[in-house]
């Protein structure tokens, strides 16, 4: 198969990295200092987002499916990364996702469009939250698209607006981490969201003060722990994105070797999406073929089994 992904090697090896000084070690006192460490964090984040690389969609599925597991253990429910990944990819059309998985649901959609921070974009999202649509939360989007213009700091902002949305509703704290992310993406002009907040949610960033008790939007210490998190964030989501673009260039280089119709489609799956199961591969191919396409990717290195069975498999970078 003649690839049509094939990017020069330059290209490929060229991940925006956070250096070594902007990551935090230990606590960071000082709101100036947590300040000039997001900024030059995020600025690296940034130049990754605007490079636009072809594996940008597994990458910002796989910071969504980080993102929602956290929301989950937040709410003392138990199920893993593994144990969502299954029951999404797995669940039959028009099946009920339950509470997880609509919880990954909203941070898949983050990850997947263009967010806007009007009604329409977010009311879906605060239903996979189970969060009931009221006045208070329609105000409070009003005032959204005024913080977008902000000169302020994008992590700033979006601690803000966080915080506002918490007042209003104290219910609706994952949404108010969703909308912090949101609100990320559209002062950065970035095409399609980063899930990056909740993710750190169970870190050290939000755990301050002589209890080490978990600050809440708006409380105190609040704003400082958003941009230690947005920090960490960064760090994390830059890191994922060095090793995701060895795995695709490897992805793309043995390409060449596959002989079945359409595995050039299937190709494009692996770089779209946190993982592809052989049934949905499309591509017209049958079953048992798309079995042996996935599995003879995995002899050249190139994709993962992710569900750790010998039926119901699913692959991915």
Known sequence: MKSRLDLPPDHRSVVPKVPAWARPRGDVQRDVDAGYLAGAAVNSLDNLVRSSPDWAGVWRQRLA????????RLLGRREEEGALRDAHFFRAGGDNPGPAGN???????????STGLDEASVRPVAEHLDVKWDDALAEVLSNAEDLAASSRPAPLLGAELAAELYRARPDAELLA??????????KHRWPVAVPLLMGQVNSVAFRIGEGRRRVRPGGE?????????Y?????????????????????????PKLRAKGAGEVVKLLLDDDAVPPSRSGAGLTDRS????FERLGELGAVRELSGRSTFRLYGL
């Not at 919880?103 to 469009?113: D, Q, V, Y």
């Not at 981490?177 to 559209?186: C, R």
């Open 65 to 72: 499916l980080k993102s929602a597991s956290a929301a989950i």
């Open 221 to 229: 210490g609040w704003g400082r722990a958003v941009l230690v998190a």
């Open 290 to 293: 798309a079995r042996r396409l």
């Open 231 to 255: 920090c960490m964030a960064a760090a994390e989501a830059c890191d994922v994105g060095a090793d995701l673009a060895g795995r695709a260039a490897h992805l793309v280089e043995v390409s």
């Open 177 to 186: 981490f969703w909308l912090a992310d949101a609100l990320v993406a559209k």
């Open 103 to 113: 919880i990954l649901l909203a941070w898949r959609r983050l990850a997947s469009r």
